[in-house]
């Protein structure tokens, strides 16, 4: 090989550079907290609303009371919903809770079942549809 081709020949060999990994391979207890919950109010707001109250904590499943990561939110009027996880893991499954003023969860609804890859997006696109279906969202 000529002198002449050497320096194209080692410019081609340069090393790949390292893919940054994707949110959704946080740990569970940042990423809910960090990137889940924020993108989720910003979101809401976007239907012309407040900021809803969200928390994040582990506790007792609405309606069937098994122990579960769950984030809560409470929106205008004092709706409430809760986004349930069986584990510490956004892929674990997930159910859904939602309640009117005064009255308390009577049904679970399974979410996002069929999904074989969990993105941020996705989670907060569907969650906000599912609250957006119960018309608590903008002016429904």
Known sequence: MS?????AANAEAKPAKAKPPSPED????SYVPQLLMPALAKEIQGYGGPAPELSFEQGPM???????????????GERRFWLCFTGADINA???????????EPSLLESFLIDEKKMSLALLVSRLVQRLNGQKWLGPN
Do not use: I
């Open 62 to 76: 609405p309606v069937v009371g098994a122990n579960c990561w769950m984030v809560k939110g409470t929106l205008p």
């Open 93 to 103: 499954t997930k159910t859904v809770a939602v309640a009117e003023a005064g009255s």
């Open 26 to 29: 946080q740990p569970f207890d």
């Open 3 to 7: 002198e002449a081709a050497q320096p």
